[in-house]
């Protein structure tokens, strides 16, 4: 007997908001299986207003309504049975950030959570990765957004320890990351992963697979220090028009992919890893997880027939 659950998940970043639908196949006796059946991508940098305004622009508040009335339409088109959206760095920050939740909400019946810091780096690491990992190794596991980072330890499968720093590609973008802000973030990864050899980095974010697509390299191989060293010099020299037009990357990575490429190779420096895996995973498929397993509350599909 088979029987296919459908969820959704809503990632409300700094850089863009993403839905993932996903059906999970349920098999007795067996585990799981949980399949992508559709991804969007908005590119609303909410960033840009937060880290330099402190608050959401009306325009993109605009933005952010109509995305949401159409990732409403979307989730009861594929009668999705529970959606769970979640918010992170930008919103958090935003001191109207809990006005626009809550306009959103009355205008769509979308309902938004923002997450903090630390339920963010623990829904990620909730994302089940036994598939591209060794359990006989170490990782550090480093999820770049707009807003903010998440580095999570995992040692032998179990995952030790996690922590968010406010560094991310649109921060940088506006040159909003200061010297102590790194500092802290290397302090944290070189005291967590001194006792352990041989660490490899595992990355994920938008900018990270597309610079996995562009290496050529077949799913489940690493990329090197070397490769990352030498792509990041590369993006240094091409302007961004030629990196929209060489390296066919769309306008609102194109200025931030060399930033978080730079947050890439720091995590591996300090950390001593001479490869980073890229098993193109993120906040949504941790939301995707976490919501079968009951570890966050979602919402069922009759709250988006409201108002």
Known sequence: MLTIKKLAAIDIGSNAIRLMIADVIEQHDK?????????VRVPIRLGADVFSMGEISPQNRVRMQDTMLAFKLLMRAHGIDQYKACATSAMREAENGSAVVENI????????????????ATIIAATDISKYIDTDKTYLYVDVGGGSTEFTIIHHGDKKRSQSFKIGTVRLLKDLVTIDVWDKAQKWIRKYTKDYERIAVIGSGGNINKIFKISGKPLGEPLTYFYLTSFYEKLRRYSYEERIVDLELKQDRADVIE????????????????????????????IIKSLYYGFIEGRSIAELHQP
Do not use: C, Q
């Open 259 to 286: 930033h978080a490429t730079r947050i890439y190779l720091s995590a591996m420096k300090w950390s001593g890893a001479e490869h980073i895996y890229v098993p193109k995973i993120g906040l949504s498929d941790g």
């Open 31 to 39: 585990s799981p299986i949980f399949r992508k059946s559709s991804l």
């Open 105 to 120: 909400k009355n205008r769509s019946g979308v309902e938004i959570d923002i997450i903090d810091g630390e339920e963010e």
